[in-house]
């Protein structure tokens, strides 16, 4: 009885067991029921999608005269005043056939670009699909899925807006293409269409712009190379970056790899080879000022426009661009180095000028040639600006409260074991603060430097827009360390305007083939750093530099002020000066930092400055700074002692008896044998000499504009 029991208690126990089982387990199982269902109904609509489209695309017509087609790229730059500057045209379309295209570059663009190409049928769709998803788990665009011949139709059919419309007509053009004409038909048109960044259309014109050789001259890496510039034209182009070029070329040489069409000795080989590129590339662009049109260009990226929509997309773009002053800009550097006698291709020179009061890029020149050197120096090169890097200095002091009145001993002195002499050893004893910048006494830019601390100038310049490494040492109040022109130049604004930093901008506005304005400039970003005493006083002592001191080179006959620089051994040379509406800087020197002899701020850049701000200001008058007025205490014009003021040079630490040493052989050595350098040195000073003196006082108004005040 008692075993018969137990089986039933066990019986029981097991049934109330699974009842309580089914319970727990049959909600669970309903929600897995309904999320199968849910996958189910999600893939039934994507195969419904799938299959819609596919039935869609394929009942679409070819396209008439595609034989025919020729692109008709009508992308436009304009300057401010109307000139065009920049034309993207269609004339450096540069056909070629398909037969004689190598090989190894149509299986590195298909590696590259569409390694399906000879199977899809004008789109990928599983290509599309992995890309969404790994976008969308990016939360931005990671990868692309463009097949070449979704490329193709984008490049002679469609418009450049970034919408899913034009997506879906990118696959409607393609699937049309596709059966209209055959693979290598559509692989021969995009190779002959597609960009290749420095003017170049197709692969047959890249090939001679980068390498000076017809496209079956081209070696592997020198193929892979070209291969890898459609992504991105501009960042990958060699003249700008041959790191980035080298790298983005062996990406291509991987995949080639990768697919087995190449082997692995190959493979080895051309990642190793060096880029030797055409000395003087041959631009197929219309371009009056190719330094500025590349900087629109990267503005234009920032706005939202990629590189190659740019160039297809018929778009006119009105720029800030002075085109009278920035034909000057381009005669007046190559006229200038050339009677200096500054001719090697290495020796070069930047311009950068802007409005200070709305931000208008005006001026923009990167180098003396843009055919040769596609560097840009103004945004790019990074060079100590020797003395110019005073004013900062100065300014530090003045918003201290000190005066530009105030006495500083013009007498040897040593900070923390640094002993920095002046040009030539001349000490003029007891001088105010003015004549102090106005002569350029390093001594004295160190003594201040001393008194207001490393730390404030170095705030100074950074607030003030300077981002480039500063050393917290005493050697920067004579500018030892590099600076960007453009920030450079940027910062000097804040002493024309009142104390504001404003920021330079290149386009106004950007309009389609339809004349729909797509983007208008909005008012320009400023921040107040400077007072507006600080900037007066600057700006007053600044003067005293073009009518009196190291600057008269650049005297143009109407109100201005500026500061000329040259670093140790003649290296770098700066001149960097203003009106109430124009700022512009300019640096020449050597891209292999090597000596110019005789060359300093007050000598080249000073005239280039002069040339360009001769034509620059004409708009503009003869008006004064609206500032309140500033006196300088015994200033009349005119240099105290009678004597030539010469530019120093920026860190100088031997001994005085090594200094007159040098200098006694300097002067041998230019008695032996005069230079055209010199001979120009020479002459600008007769002429600096004769110059007419100054008003007894120098009163500064103030150029602040009324929506900043």
Known sequence: MSSSYDRYKKQRAQQDYSKIRRQEIRPQSSFFTKLKMCILVFSALVLSGIVALNLYLSSLPQIDHLEDFKPNIVTKFYSEDGEIIKTFTAYTYDKIDLKDIPEALKKAIIATEDKNFYKHKGYDLFGIIRSSIMNVVAMHTVQGASTITQQLARILFLSNERTFTRKIKELEVATRIEKTISKDRILEMYLNNVYLGAGAYGVAAASKIYFNKKIGQLTLPELALLAGLPQAPSVYNPYNNKDLAKQRRNQVLKRMLTMKYITQDEYEKAINADIKLSTIPQLYTTNKA?????????EMEKLGFEETDVIHGGYRVITTLDSKAQAKANEAILANMKNYGLNAKSQQAAVFSFNPLDGRILVYAGGKNYGESQYDRVTQAIRPPGSAFKPFVYASALEKGYSPNDIIEDTPVTISKWSPHNYGNKYRGKI??????????????ARVIQQVGVHSVIQIARVLGITTSLEKDYTISLGSNGVKLFEFVRAYGAFANGGYVVEPYAIERIEDSRGRVLYRASKTKSSHQLSLKTAAQMTAMLKTVIKSGTGRGADIGKPAAGKTGTTDDYRDAYFVGYTPDIVTGVWVGDDNNKQMRGLTGGTIPARIWHDIMTVATQP????????????LNGYNGKINDGKEIEEEEVLDTTSSQEKEENQIEQNESVNKSMTPADIVKNFNMKQEQTSSPAPKTAPIPMAVPESLR
Do not use: Q, R, W
Not at 624 to 630: G, L, V
């Open 290 to 298: 190719p330094y500025f049109s590349d900087f629109v260009l990267k």
């Open 620 to 631: 503009y008058g003869n008006h004064d700074f609206d500032y309140p007025e500033i006196i």
């Open 432 to 445: 105010p603060m003015y004549k102090a910048l106005m002569i350029s006494s390093n001594v004295c830019a």
